[in-house]
């Protein structure tokens, strides 16, 4: 596979990446949300808010998050998916770095091709001088 074929591949890769990012944080937000309303609606016995404060509020949904099985498997989830990110975009930065190092070592090949031509090309047209070697 080419260069180009494969930094396409490579970037497309990183696209789906990205989506399935996206994905799995919309979905997350989904649940932060049930959660969070479902506890500014908790009453206790006497109709009042079972939890008076937002610090009390917090706490309470980072432990139903944490309780939540969808939730955490959403979360490991979407770690692996985001170093699988960094991977393809490293992979990719070195992809095209190898490339443009492949074009110049290319375009230095046909100068210096192109320079010995020139340099035969003179000679074999240049007119000997009488009496020189």
Do not use: C, H, W
């Not at 890769?13 to 479902?38: P, S, Y």
């Amino acid at each position: 596979m080419s260069y180009p074929e494969t930094i396409e591949q490579t970037a497309l890769k990183l696209a789906d990446t990205t989506q399935e990012i996206t994905t799995l944080r919309e979905r997350m937000n989904e649940i932060e949300i049930v959660e969070t309303l479902d506890i500014a609606a908790a009453k206790n016995g006497e109709g009042k808010p079972l939890y008076s404060n937002e610090t009390t509020r917090s706490a309470a949904l980072a432990l139903r998050l944490v309780g939540n099985e969808d939730y955490t498997e959403l979360k490991e989830t979407l770690a692996r998916a985001e170093r699988k990110r960094q991977e393809l975009t490293a992979r990719l930065e070195r992809l095209r770095g190898e490339f443009k190092l492949y074009l110049v070592e290319r375009q230095a090949v046909a100068v210096t091709a192109a320079a010995s031509a020139i340099e035969s090309t003179k000679r074999s047209t240049t007119p000997r001088r009488s009496g020189a070697p």
